[in-house]
């Protein structure tokens, strides 16, 4: 006798999900992308230290433009580090404004030393075997 009318339920129930399925795909895709960005992070400390340690090449020029994002390769530095030693490292610490006045916060660090171990004969001075 008293049938509750479900017509239309659907169409409720699918308004009051899909702000949560943007806010999940937005989420999904945000993450994707800093975790891309930090992978390119690592590779381009990586790479830049090995192409320091070589000797007198073009390599860490190449080495630098093997970093997609322009505002990540002009922060790595690598350079001798100490006796037979190369160090490379990055720190990135970045706030943008993006809509609704939300701030996008960026925080990144990486470091590596290489020893030279190829390039001159035997190992470093006070390394004991």
């Given at each position: 006798m008293?049938r509750?009318?479900e017509?239309?339920?659907?169409?409720?129930?699918?308004?009051?999900m899909?702000?949560?399925?943007?806010?999940?795909?937005?989420g999904?895709?945000f993450a994707a992308?800093?975790?891309f960005?930090?992978a390119s992070?690592d590779?381009?400390?990586?790479?830049?230290?090995?192409a320091s340690?070589s000797?007198?090449t073009?390599?860490t020029?190449i080495?630098?433009?093997?970093?997609l994002?322009?505002?990540l390769?002009n922060?790595?530095n690598?350079?001798?580090g100490g006796?037979r030693q190369?160090?490379?490292?990055?720190s990135v610490?970045d706030?943008?404004d993006?809509?609704?006045?939300?701030?996008?916060?960026e925080a990144q660090?990486?470091?590596?030393f290489?020893?030279?171990w190829?390039?001159?004969?035997?190992?470093p001075?006070g390394?004991?075997e």
């Open positions: 008293f509750v009318k017509k239309g339920q659907a169409m409720a129930e699918f308004a009051l899909i702000p949560v399925l943007i806010l999940l795909l937005f999904m895709t992308f800093y975790a960005r930090s992070v590779w381009g400390v990586f790479i830049e230290g090995v340690g000797y007198n073009p390599a020029g080495a630098s433009e093997s970093v994002w322009p505002d390769s922060r790595i690598a350079g001798p006796l190369v160090r490379s490292l990055i610490e706030s943008r993006w809509v609704f006045g939300i701030r996008l916060l660090r990486a470091e590596t290489f020893r030279l190829r390039f001159y004969p035997g190992p001075s390394v004991i």
